[in-house]
């Protein structure tokens, strides 16, 4: 049986979804370094949300919606390959399908994000769609990495400050593991070990987010040392990622009664 909401009819949906999980992906289309393709982000969250329901389903339903592939991207601007939206037409566009999905009947709705520029709108939207709009749903927002983090970093794969960076070790082993043509060799040339920058990019302070005008611009375009991927690597990594969002959507489950 599919996974994939978009491979069945109406009447198949309708008579699923009192019971089953419906989860929107949500990513982007931008730029990632000189060497990876501007898909990653959807691609990576795709594999990772119709994997992760392939692998709970003996225990329950996930239907997974086709990603919503553009994102909140303005910060990549400065980078040819950006196909942005706005904050406010993101966050529309992600509350317009939850309204689809609640009126097709589901009750249990996750958007699992696959974008670092969504994660916050991804929050507002899931707590106005109970709270402010009054959906008689259960949801929650996030994001695979943060999800799998703890699992990753016990795994002693990647250290948690490169999870998931932006097109650095993390990502392009992922999509080696997954897509290797989509990685060019002629890009990965170029790149070269980038420490965190001091002023915004990638900085760890604690839990906050700060935001330096013209830091992206002055930027590689990609965080720490792209270099260091390799495909086993990345397989490993979805491996682990993957069954942890399986987790998830089970506990998830339970926890909506």
């Known amino acids: 049986m599919t996974v994939l909401l978009a491979e069945m009819t109406r009447e198949q949906i309708k008579r699923a979804a009192p019971n089953a999980i419906a989860v929107l992906p949500t990513a982007a289309i931008e730029q990632h370094g000189p060497h990876m393709a501007i898909l990653t982000d959807t691609l990576l969250c795709g594999t990772v949300a119709q994997r992760a329901a392939e692998q709970a389903a003996d225990k329950v339903q996930v239907l997974v919606a086709p990603v919503l592939c553009y994102g909140n991207s303005h910060h990549h601007r400065p980078f040819a390959g950006v196909l942005s939206l ?7 566009a992600v509350t317009d399908i939850l309204q ?15 974008h670092g520029g969504n994660t916050d709108s991804n929050a507002v939207v899931g707590l106005d769609f ?16 943060d999800i799998a983090r703890s699992a990753l970093v016990e795994q002693g794969l990647v250290p948690s400050a490169q999870i998931p960076g932006h097109a650095g ?13 989509l990685v060019d060799p002629e890009g990965m040339q170029q790149v070269k070990d980038t420490p965190k920058v001091g002023q915004g990019l990638f900085a760890d302070l604690s839990g906050a987010t700060m935001q330096v005008h013209g830091a992206w611009a002055a930027s590689t375009g990609y965080s720490d040392n792209p270099a260091l991927a390799s495909a086993e690597e990345g397989k490993q990594l979805m491996e682990v990622v993957v069954k942890r969002v399986s987790e998830f959507f089970v506990a998830f489950n339970q926890a909506a009664g």
Do not use: C, Q
Request: net charge positive; charged share 15%; aromatic share 10%.
């Open 86 to 92: 706005s904050s406010a037409t993101f966050m529309a």
């Open 169 to 181: 070790r993390f990502e392009t082993s992922m999509v080696l593991g997954l897509r290797p043509e």
């Open 100 to 114: 689809g999905l609640a009126l097709s009947g589901f009750r249990k709705l996750i958007v699992l994000n696959g």
């Open 130 to 145: 109970v709270n402010r709009l009054g959906h008689d749903v259960s949801i929650a927002t996030g994001a695979y990495w």
